[in-house]
């Protein structure tokens, strides 16, 4: 979405920022008789609560920065399937929302999270791994095996003037994919730590 993920270093906080240029969303759908289609953007952002050693929190990315295989064509037609043409694509947002989540870093994770895809819910298993740098922030790895998009509703049969086309595109265009997220995320100062 999502999207993920999770870490925290310190009671507090994780904030992963949507403009360093570091962190990584790909979605990978590869259609055994079409293409593999390779959906990309680095404006993920994560905002995460570490208490009593477990994670809260929300990552999400923007639906206008995902680029489907480098091509505006390919990318436009992603954002009218995840819209179905009834939202205006910049209000839209891949996001996952994790709550309570048992976390040891350095160490590995795996989590049922809420995923959404312009509004559209479903749960989708997460795994990864996270794990404290020297400059004391989380690097955070996270995958989601057997992404099935129709869940969401996001395809040419679900948005208007592209029904036509259901027929041809459906071997083409994979329904199931990988979703993998890397994310560097830097501790929170919180209230209480900025006081004398």
């Not at 099935?148 to 029904?163: A, C, F, Q, S």
Request: hydrophobic share 40%; proline share 6%; charged share 25%.
């Amino acid at each position: 979405m999502l999207m993920l993920m999770l870490a925290a270093a310190a009671a507090g906080g994780l904030k992963v920022d949507p403009d360093s240029g570091n962190n990584k969303f790909d979605a990978r759908f590869d259609a055994p008789l079409g293409e593999m289609i390779v959906a990309t953007s680095s404006q993920v952002a994560c905002d995460v609560t570490y208490q009593k050693g477990s994670a809260s929190g929300t990552c999400s990315v923007p639906l206008t920065s995902i680029m489907v295989d480098n091509e505006p064509t390919k990318t436009e037609h992603f954002q009218q399937w995840a819209t179905n043409k009834k939202v205006d694509a910049k209000k839209c947002s891949l996001e996952a929302k994790f709550e309570k989540i048992p976390l040891v870093i350095p160490g590995s994770f795996a989590v049922d999270a809420a995923f959404s895809i312009c509004g559209k819910p479903g749960t989708e298993k997460v795994t990864g791994t996270a794990t404290r740098l020297a400059d004391g922030r989380v690097r955070i790895r996270a995958r989601v095996e057997h992404f099935n998009r129709d869940k969401y509703k996001v395809g040419p049969k679900y948005t208007e003037g592209w029904l036509a086309r259901v027929e041809q595109l459906a071997p083409v265009v994979a329904e199931e994919g990988t979703i993998e997220i890397a994310l560097f995320a830097k501790p929170v100062e919180t209230k209480s730590a900025r006081k004398p």
